[in-house]
Each structure stands twice: as C-alpha cells, then as structure tokens.
C-alpha cells in the first residue's frame, strides 16, 4: 500500500526558505512528484522527479528557486524551496504515478497520479 505523508510546511516572509519533506512507503518506482494548489486555483505541478535516473522537471514558475531530491535510505522526497513569493502560496502535495512512467511533456500533470498526500500548507507573506 502506498502511502504519501508531507510535513514541513509553514508560514515565511517573502524572499525566505522551507523545506517540504515527503515520507514515501510502499513505493518503488516511476515518478515522485510536488504539485500546490491555491484556493480558486486548479491544482499545479512544481517538481517532479524520476526515481529509476534521478532525472528531474520543474515548473517554469519555480525554476531556478525550487529543487527537488530524493533521500532513497530514508525513503524521503524533498522540495526546497528559496527565493519564496507571495504567489508560492499554496497547499503543497506529495504524489506518485502508478508503474506506467509518464513522459516528459506531461510528467506536471496531475492528472497522471494516483496516489496522493494529505498536503502541507505554504504561507508566504508580502
């Protein structure tokens, strides 16, 4: 059973730093991912990350400011996020695919995940 638990959200001051964590059980392969809703807003992927290369694909929106990794002993998916924005603001969730690996041009949709997070609110004030 596959089961997504994030932490580490929180309230920041514009241009400050968090770290989101992902404990991950129960899951092995294909692609972990970050995606955040705002409310009024459709649910957006940020990172995603391949777990049989390691290769990884941002958002255009977080490039540069976000990085995803994977901590494979602790079975651990992080996103760190600096330069924070006010429009960051978000719940952020935690997801996986099932064993057929979206490719590139779609692997930030949420549409091809199937297990997901409860969330972890971001707050990033002006």
């Known amino acids: 059973q596959v089961q997504l638990v994030e932490s580490g959200g929180g309230s920041v001051q514009a241009g400050g730093s968090l770290r989101l964590s992902c404990a991950v059980s129960?899951?092995?392969?294909?692609?972990i991912a970050w995606f955040r809703q705002a409310p009024g807003k459709e649910r957006e992927g940020v990172a995603a990350?391949?777990?049989?290369?390691?290769?990884?694909h941002y958002a255009d929106s977080v490039k540069g400011r976000f990085t995803i990794s994977q901590n494979n002993a602790q079975n651990t998916l992080s996103l760190e996020m600096n330069s924070l924005k006010p429009e960051d603001t978000a719940m952020y969730y935690c997801?996986?695919?099932?064993?057929?690996?979206?490719?590139?041009?779609?692997?930030?949709?949420?549409?091809?995940?199937?297990?997901w997070g409860q969330g972890t609110q971001v707050t990033v004030s002006s």
């Open positions: 997801a996986a695919t099932t064993l057929i690996c979206p490719p590139a041009q779609v692997i930030l949709t949420p549409s091809r995940y199937v297990y």
């Open positions: 129960g899951y092995s392969r294909c692609v």
């Open positions: 990350l391949s777990t049989h290369d390691g290769s990884t």
